[in-house]
């Protein structure tokens, strides 16, 4: 059992989410890295899942620990990892060494005291975190108050059980995730994404911008959507029977559905990408869509960080997301 | 615009559009729910999940086991099959009603509106209680369940309804659980406390979401709306709402769902009536 002694701005229970319920509005939500919460529970023995959003194994839950503030005690003896971000993870004060696997004892504390690079770590815990799932997954959905505790961030004086382990501390304790394949979780950041689906509704001078500025991460962002201050984008001119059905504003389309990393650009301010808490629909036209491999990295940008968005084709972005797909089954095969 | 043929957009690595058109209208949403319905009678590999929008299908799919390009070359051959579909299943649900409840009123003051049914009825030229004819008059259909849980969008199936309503100048910042709402001529819905700019109905005793899952109903999934489903709202007073909300906490509620199918060609001939009608 670990005892929450600081939840911090926002620590929540994740796996890797609750795909199947898109028709319903039902976010995915789970680890907004999800590649980083796959490579902690393999670390700890446990299991990693299968493919974020487009697999039906939401694998084991850990913790989804954003900015700094976040302190834990263990009550009993487990085995730990923390990978993701960067956060100056400490155990007893001491740093406490990432993508590893560690034993912690009774009355140890974890603490994270700074965002050094990235903005969220993730920590899993040898025979995961168990509390009760909900369709099918423990992920947290702070806006809609479902998964995870109570369908909260961590709050001090919470109490998170264990699950059993699936291996022995001693076979597991020093396991380490090789430095060649950890994502570069470091600004300034490159996003891929592949253009559309209605990048036809922008100016073709306004698509050339989107793709050549260094956009800033403002500080309004979170699980829902991650917005990027920069310059003003364009729309060509619509047919007057859209102006009427969809809305006044240049960027209004007719509601159709909305991706995980899908792009929206209200009035051409500010495109916000959606991150895991994705609302299912929007009105807003959609310049791009982030590929499946860097929605991770869209996740750990820390408000002012700048990010640059480059364009790859559909097919391209399939073998980067099977390639890093290849990297966790890797692991699996390794980890036995 | 109702496309000759549907447009393929990808949606990154894990997501491809199928879009049936750019705007509002009933055949065009008839398309996506054709396409639907055939991948789920005969699925494709690979297809993880599909999410129908008024005018588009987005389908979910695992590229480690198909690649975007060849499921493009499947759902093309789906193409004639979702377009020549004129009859679809839809079940009808039916749902009662408080039209112009003291929340919905009090919701409206708050944000410095007026009492919405009033000003509906003002300038649609008639009367609260001519609203709620026009809008209990007609069955509405489904189009499309999302945003967020059980929010779901709805089309008069009367082609006659001409109630229209703007959206508020500026959105809400709340709007109570529950609330029924109108903006152009669709019904939506607010299955939990959040902002919104359409205009307010009434509210429902009854949970079209609910996270519990404490009725028979929502043993399969939260959410009660699926897309291409027809409603029926039926006006009910303060005595009748408070009473169904009890037997709706408790479990007790009895949903009336009756199973039926709809047919495009009848709405089709319908709408061509009341535009000869209106010469």
């Known amino acids: 059992m670990f005892e929450v002694l600081s939840g911090g701005p926002q620590t929540t229970v994740q796996d890797l989410g609750r795909p199947g319920y898109l028709h319903t509005g039902m976010p995915p939500s789970g680890a907004f890295d999800s590649f980083s919460l796959r490579v902690a529970n393999l670390l700890v023995g446990n299991n990693p899942g299968g493919r974020y959003l487009v697999g039906r194994d939401p694998g084991d839950a850990g913790l989804e620990v954003l900015l700094m503030g976040c302190r834990l005690r263990a009550a009993t003896e487990h085995v730990i990892a923390v990978t993701g971000g960067d956060l100056d993870p400490t155990l007893n004060g001491q740093p406490l060494p990432m993508w590893q696997a560690i034993r912690v004892r009774e009355g140890d504390e974890i603490a994270f005291r700074s965002p050094r690079s990235g903005v969220r770590a993730y920590l899993a815990i040898a025979g995961g975190i168990d509390v009760p799932p909900f369709l099918g997954s423990r992920a947290t959905n702070v806006r809609a108050a479902v998964g995870g505790v109570e369908g909260r961030g961590l709050k001090t004086g919470d109490e998170l059980r264990i699950g059993e382990p699936r291996k022995a501390a001693s076979e597991l304790e020093g396991r380490a995730w090789p430095a060649a394949s950890r994502p570069a979780i470091v600004a300034p950041w490159t996003v891929r994404v592949v253009l559309g689906p209605q990048d036809h509704l922008f100016q073709p001078e306004s698509v050339e911008t989107f793709l050549t500025t260094d956009w800033k991460l403002s500080p309004i962002s979170d699980r829902m959507g991650c917005r990027y201050i920069g310059p003003k984008l364009e729309f060509l001119p619509r047919p007057d029977y859209l102006v009427e059905q969809a809305g006044s504003d240049p960027s209004n389309i007719v509601d159709d559905g909305t991706p995980l990393g899908g792009i929206q650009v209200p009035s051409g301010l500010e495109p916000i990408v959606m991150g895991a808490d994705v609302p299912s629909f929007g009105g807003y036209a959609k310049i791009a869509t982030v590929i499946s491999s860097d929605i991770g990295v869209v996740g750990q940008g820390k408000p002012g960080d700048i990010v640059r968005f480059r364009a790859v084709a559909a097919a391209e972005a399939e073998e980067i997301g099977l390639a890093q797909e290849a990297l966790v089954q890797e692991g699996v095969r390794v980890s036995g | ?279």
């Not at chain 2, 690595?13 to 005969?42: K, P, Q, T, W």
């Open chain 2, 1 to 279: 615009m109702l496309y000759d043929h549907p447009i393929y957009r990808p949606l990154g690595d894990m997501f491809v559009d199928v879009e049936f058109g750019d705007e509002l209208h009933l055949a065009l949403n008839f398309r996506v729910i054709g396409l639907n319905l055939s991948l789920a009678e005969y699925p494709i590999p690979g297809v993880t999940e599909t999410v129908p929008s008024n005018r588009a299908l987005m389908i979910a799919y695992d590229s480690s086991v198909i690649r975007q390009k060849a499921l493009i070359d499947a759902l093309r051959e789906r193409e004639e099959e979702a377009t020549k579909l004129r009859r679809a299943p839809s079940r009808l649900v039916t749902i009662p009603f408080w039209y112009n409840d003291p929340w919905s009123d009090e919701c409206a003051k708050a944000h410095g509106a007026p009492n919405n049914m009033e000003y509906l009825a003002e300038i649609n030229g008639t009367t609260i209680d001519g609203v709620i004819a026009a809008h209990s008059g007609t069955e509405w259909w489904v189009t499309s369940v999302g945003f967020q849980p059980g929010c779901y969008q709805a089309l008069p199936l009367d082609p006659a309804f001409a109630i229209t309503a703007p959206k508020y100048p500026r959105p809400r910042q709340w709007t109570p659980e529950r609330i029924l709402c109108l903006a152009g001529k669709i019904t939506s819905f607010y299955p939990v406390r959040s902002p919104g700019g359409y205009q307010l109905l009434g509210r429902t005793p009854v949970d079209l979401y609910d996270p519990l899952q404490r009725n028979e109903v929502f043993r399969d999934s939260p959410v009660l709306p699926i897309a291409g489903e027809r409603h029926r709202y039926v006006p009910i007073d303060a005595a009748d709402y408070h009473e169904i909300r009890c037997q709706v906490e408790d479990g007790a509620y009895c949903y009336d769902i009756a199973e039926g199918e709809y047919s495009l060609d009848d709405y089709l001939a319908r709408l061509e009536a009341v535009h000869v009608e209106a010469g």
